[in-house]
Nanobody
Protein backbone atom coordinates (compact mmCIF):
# COMPACT_ATOMS: atom_id res chain seq x y z
CA UNK A 1 0.00 0.00 0.00
CA UNK A 2 1.00 3.58 -0.64
CA UNK A 3 -0.34 6.60 1.19
CA UNK A 4 -0.31 10.01 -0.46
CA UNK A 5 -0.99 13.30 1.29
CA UNK A 6 -1.19 16.55 -0.67
CA UNK A 7 -0.73 20.01 0.75
CA UNK A 8 -0.01 23.54 -0.39
CA UNK A 9 -3.25 24.53 -2.08
CA UNK A 10 -4.88 27.88 -1.54
CA UNK A 11 -6.40 31.02 -2.99
CA UNK A 12 -4.11 33.16 -5.15
CA UNK A 13 -4.40 35.81 -7.82
CA UNK A 14 -3.71 35.35 -11.50
CA UNK A 15 0.02 35.49 -12.15
CA UNK A 16 0.95 34.22 -8.70
CA UNK A 17 2.79 31.01 -7.85
CA UNK A 18 2.05 28.04 -5.62
CA UNK A 19 3.93 24.89 -4.74
CA UNK A 20 1.99 21.73 -4.05
CA UNK A 21 3.53 18.88 -2.09
CA UNK A 22 2.72 15.19 -2.08
CA UNK A 23 4.18 13.20 0.79
CA UNK A 24 4.39 9.49 -0.01
CA UNK A 25 4.67 6.65 2.47
CA UNK A 26 4.36 2.89 2.32
CA UNK A 27 5.83 0.48 -0.21
CA UNK A 28 8.35 2.53 -2.18
CA UNK A 29 8.45 0.11 -5.11
CA UNK A 30 4.72 0.67 -5.55
CA UNK A 31 5.17 4.30 -6.54
CA UNK A 32 7.51 4.11 -9.51
CA UNK A 33 5.60 6.81 -11.34
CA UNK A 34 4.07 9.84 -9.66
CA UNK A 35 1.50 12.06 -11.27
CA UNK A 36 -0.51 15.19 -10.66
CA UNK A 37 -4.06 15.48 -11.92
CA UNK A 38 -6.73 18.12 -11.44
CA UNK A 39 -10.48 18.25 -11.53
CA UNK A 40 -12.59 21.36 -11.88
CA UNK A 41 -16.30 21.39 -10.97
CA UNK A 42 -18.36 19.66 -13.62
CA UNK A 43 -15.31 18.46 -15.54
CA UNK A 44 -13.43 15.19 -15.83
CA UNK A 45 -10.17 14.59 -14.06
CA UNK A 46 -7.36 16.04 -16.16
CA UNK A 47 -3.69 15.12 -16.39
CA UNK A 48 -1.21 17.79 -15.32
CA UNK A 49 2.25 16.23 -14.96
CA UNK A 50 4.03 12.95 -14.25
CA UNK A 51 7.44 11.95 -12.99
CA UNK A 52 9.36 8.70 -13.09
CA UNK A 53 10.82 8.24 -9.60
CA UNK A 54 13.86 6.21 -10.61
CA UNK A 55 14.78 7.66 -14.00
CA UNK A 56 13.68 11.24 -13.46
CA UNK A 57 11.84 11.58 -16.78
CA UNK A 58 8.83 13.89 -16.88
CA UNK A 59 5.64 14.44 -18.87
CA UNK A 60 3.48 17.56 -18.92
CA UNK A 61 0.09 18.52 -20.26
CA UNK A 62 0.32 21.13 -23.00
CA UNK A 63 -1.78 23.51 -20.93
CA UNK A 64 0.86 23.72 -18.20
CA UNK A 65 4.10 23.30 -20.13
CA UNK A 66 6.54 26.07 -19.33
CA UNK A 67 4.56 27.13 -16.24
CA UNK A 68 4.49 24.04 -14.01
CA UNK A 69 7.41 21.89 -12.88
CA UNK A 70 7.24 18.50 -11.19
CA UNK A 71 10.15 17.49 -8.98
CA UNK A 72 11.06 15.27 -6.05
CA UNK A 73 12.93 15.21 -2.78
CA UNK A 74 14.16 11.68 -2.20
CA UNK A 75 15.08 12.26 1.42
CA UNK A 76 11.56 13.44 2.21
CA UNK A 77 9.75 11.00 -0.11
CA UNK A 78 7.94 14.01 -1.46
CA UNK A 79 6.94 15.08 -4.94
CA UNK A 80 6.31 18.73 -5.70
CA UNK A 81 4.35 20.63 -8.31
CA UNK A 82 5.67 24.16 -8.71
CA UNK A 83 3.00 26.24 -10.40
CA UNK A 84 3.97 29.63 -11.82
CA UNK A 85 2.00 32.22 -13.79
CA UNK A 86 -1.24 30.78 -12.54
CA UNK A 87 -4.41 31.45 -14.50
CA UNK A 88 -8.07 31.32 -13.44
CA UNK A 89 -8.49 28.22 -15.61
CA UNK A 90 -6.00 26.41 -13.34
CA UNK A 91 -8.62 26.47 -10.59
CA UNK A 92 -9.36 22.88 -9.56
CA UNK A 93 -8.81 20.24 -6.92
CA UNK A 94 -5.32 18.88 -7.49
CA UNK A 95 -4.64 15.20 -6.84
CA UNK A 96 -1.39 13.33 -6.42
CA UNK A 97 -1.30 9.77 -7.79
CA UNK A 98 1.12 6.87 -7.82
CA UNK A 99 1.57 4.11 -10.35
CA UNK A 100 3.37 0.85 -9.65
CA UNK A 101 4.66 0.54 -13.22
CA UNK A 102 7.66 2.78 -14.04
CA UNK A 103 6.20 4.24 -17.22
CA UNK A 104 4.81 7.72 -17.55
CA UNK A 105 1.11 7.98 -18.33
CA UNK A 106 -1.45 10.76 -18.67
CA UNK A 107 -4.42 8.39 -18.10
CA UNK A 108 -5.86 8.51 -14.57
CA UNK A 109 -7.14 4.91 -14.79
CA UNK A 110 -3.53 3.73 -15.00
CA UNK A 111 -2.67 5.02 -11.55
CA UNK A 112 -3.10 2.79 -8.54
CA UNK A 113 -3.09 5.13 -5.55
CA UNK A 114 -4.55 8.58 -4.99
CA UNK A 115 -4.37 11.30 -2.41
CA UNK A 116 -7.35 13.18 -1.05
CA UNK A 117 -6.74 16.32 -3.11
CA UNK A 118 -5.97 19.96 -2.36
CA UNK A 119 -7.95 22.93 -3.63
CA UNK A 120 -6.29 25.56 -5.80
CA UNK A 121 -8.30 28.67 -6.61
CA UNK A 122 -6.95 31.37 -8.89
CA UNK A 123 -8.85 34.65 -8.97
CA UNK A 124 -8.72 37.02 -11.92
Amino acid sequence: QVQLVESGGGLVQAGDSLRLSCAASGRTFSRNTMGWFRQAPGKEREFVAAFNWSGGSTLYADSVKGRFTISRDNAKNTVYLQMNSLKPEDTAVYYCAARTIPYLSDRPERYDYWGQGTQVTVSS
